[in-house]
Antibody, heavy 122, light 113 residues
Framework: DVQLVESGGAFINPGGSLRLSCVAS????????MIWVRQAPGKELEWVGR??????????DYAAPVTGRFTISRDDSKTTLYLQMSSLKIEDTGVYYC?????????????WGRGALVTVSS | DIVMTQSPDSLAVSLGERATIKCKSS????????????LAWYQQRPGQPPKLLIS???TRESGVPDRFSGSGSGTDFTLTISSLQAEDVAVYSC?????????FGQGTRLEIK
């Protein structure tokens, strides 16, 4: 079975930095596009960004609100996805989910972790 | 960005009855070269992560009960649950993957009447 387990969520002050991890198992991580999606309290799901597989160049793309502040990376040897967040803002508060890109379309999300809570507040 | 708007925001339906949720995109998500609609539906039960139910507007994912069906094309889509079960209580969200960034609807909360 596919498992995605996020960690690293925390309470952090505005302007701070945080790194989330997502350990994956049950599928071929190295060939799978990986995604971060977040959900602010009471709000809709919001795509944060995506990293392609190594064979696809490990290309990353980000949502406009996080571009320049967030970085997605992967370590295929550890089957782990990362989200490095810096210059955090109050509006970055939410549950951060890692997800897998569907084999037929990378922007369709077919497996999700349980999420990591990030709270940005002074 | 493509804006996804769902209706209603919340819905209460009796067990065994039909539930219908609408999703409208601000521009067409139908790709003319392959005649596919780049529209998905997710279910998010309380305290759980989202679960992909339907892709390409009408294709059920493996293991999804056949009481769930998706329809529509272009800009207007519908998720129908033919006979509501207790375990269907959840928030349902549509998502377009026609263009980046992929965007979601605001969600529809489905409850038992």
């Amino acid at each position: 079975d596919v498992q995605l387990v996020e960690s690293g969520g925390a309470f952090i002050n505005p302007g701070g930095s945080l790194r989330l991890s997502c350990v994956a198992s049950g599928f071929t991580f190295s060939t799978t596009w990986m995604i971060w999606v977040r959900q602010a309290p009471g709000k809709e799901l919001e795509w944060v960004g995506r990293i392609k597989s190594r064979t696809a160049g490990e290309t990353t793309d980000y949502a406009a609100p996080v571009t320049g502040r967030f970085t997605i990376s992967r370590d295929d040897s550890k089957t782990t996805l990362y989200l490095q967040m810096s210059s955090l803002k109050i509006e970055d508060t939410g549950v951060y989910y890692c997800a897998t890109g569907h084999p037929h379309h990378g922007e369709l999300f077919d497996n999700w972790g349980r999420g990591a809570l990030v709270t940005v507040s002074s | 960005d493509i804006v996804m708007t769902q209706s209603p925001d919340s819905l209460a339906v009796s067990l065994g009855e039909r539930a219908t949720i609408k999703c409208k995109s601000s521009q067409s998500v139908l790709y003319s070269s392959n005649n596919k609609n780049y529209l998905a539906w997710y279910q998010q039960r309380p305290g759980q992560p989202p679960k992909l139910l339907i892709s390409w507007a009408s294709t059920r994912e493996s293991g999804v009960p056949d009481r769930f069906s998706g329809s529509g094309s272009g800009t207007d889509f519908t998720l129908t649950i033919s006979s509501l079960q207790a375990e269907d209580v959840a928030v349902y969200s549509c998502q377009q993957y026609y263009s980046r960034p992929p965007t979601f609807g605001q969600g529809t909360r489905l409850e038992i009447k």
